[in-house]
């Protein structure tokens, strides 16, 4: 069954530090691939998204994200960390049925950042 | 991209009784979702909701307990019946929005006493 893999609950990183998170999917076709944010107690906010093309995409915020199909990963990346990015970031997939695009969300990574 | 207004932002409501919960959309999409995310928790879609057809339920949620309106391209509501404390959880909306991705409304919050 097509899913979408989150492998790490929490992930602790000091402010200026690099940053991955890690995303893997399953999906038999070329997969439509995001990743959002959620702030404590805010809504969901688009970070950056994979449809075609270029596998090294630029988002919002300084984030990053390369979709490696060898893989079946879309890992989220940011040079360098600052303390508002402490939050939630989820990964998701398009799942294709029929005539219906639906979006499934992996489990989340919540990211402390070290002052 | 679109901006979605979901309103009640939060409620505070007794078991047994029943919310709905409105999104409005600044500007015509076929596809509509609504979603769940209990306490700590990811998102799980409950329905899909295309105007002019029924909604489509994922499995574990059921058209009794969640009732589905899509009256127009523009509007949804999704009602959670005869609630239980169980039912706490944050409730969104989407809305599929083809090279820009998906919209999220803000969220409702809802705890049930």
């Known amino acids: 069954a097509q899913s979408v893999t989150q492998p790490d609950i929490h992930i602790t990183v000091s402010e200026g530090a690099s940053l991955e998170l890690r995303c893997n999917y399953s999906y038999g076709a070329t997969p439509y691939l995001f990743w959002y944010v959620q702030s404590p107690g805010q809504g969901l906010q688009l970070l950056l998204k994979?449809?075609?093309?270029?596998?090294l995409v630029q988002g919002i915020k300084g984030f990053e994200a390369e979709f490696k199909r060898s893989q079946s990963s879309f890992n989220l990346r940011k040079p360098s960390v600052h303390w508002s990015d402490a939050a939630e970031y989820f990964c998701a997939v398009v799942l294709r049925e029929d005539s219906s695009y639906k979006l499934i969300f992996g489990s989340g990574t919540r990211l402390l950042v070290r002052p | 991209s679109a901006v979605i207004s979901q309103k009640p932002s939060r409620d505070i409501c007794q078991r047994g009784t029943s919310l709905t919960i409105q999104c409005q959309v600044d500007s015509q999409v076929t596809m509509m979702f609504w979603y769940r995310q209990q306490p700590g928790q990811s998102l799980t879609l409950i329905a899909t909701a295309n105007q002019g057809s029924e909604a489509t339920y994922e499995s574990g949620f059921v058209i009794d307990k969640f009732p589905i309106s899509r009256p127009n391209l523009t509007f949804s509501t999704l009602t959670v019946s005869n609630m239980s404390p169980e039912d706490s959880s944050i409730y969104l909306c989407?809305?599929?929005?083809?090279?820009?991705?998906?919209?999220f409304g803000s969220g409702t919050r809802l705890t049930v006493v």
């Open positions: 989407s809305a599929e929005q083809g090279s820009y991705g998906y919209t």
């Open positions: 994979y449809f075609s093309g270029d596998t």
